[in-house]
């Protein structure tokens, strides 16, 4: 996956160990579908206090989702999120019909 310019490569270490261990091929495949949320409404450029109030969960919920979406993706500014949403990744877009 490329992400802000940079390749990664994400695997989940459990599955590994199968000879038949397919990579993801996007975060689309690697993200919750709120994570993804949060991902879209990162790049929109709300700030956490406003994605929580759209959401209906807390800031508390929303920095937890962040975390994640960055351990996830193995990057650590919002901005990269923002770049993965951006760098033409439909998928994330066609799962909320935006």
Do not use: W
Not at 5 to 18: F, K, R, V
Not at 52 to 75: C, D, M, P, W
Not at 81 to 87: F, G, K, M, T
């Amino acid at each position: 996956m490329i992400c802000a310019g940079t390749h990664y490569l994400i695997y989940n270490a459990d599955e590994a160990h199968g000879a038949s261990a397919g990579l993801p091929s996007s975060p689309a495949e690697i993200l919750t579908r709120r994570e993804l949320q949060i991902a879209l409404l990162i790049s929109d450029g709300k700030l956490d206090k406003e994605i929580a109030r759209q959401l209906g969960i807390s800031g508390y919920t929303v920095r937890e989702h962040i975390r994640r979406i960055f351990a996830k993706l193995n990057i650590g500014r919002r901005s990269a999120i923002a770049s993965c949403v951006l760098a033409g990744r439909s998928d994330f877009r066609q799962d909320f019909g935006s």
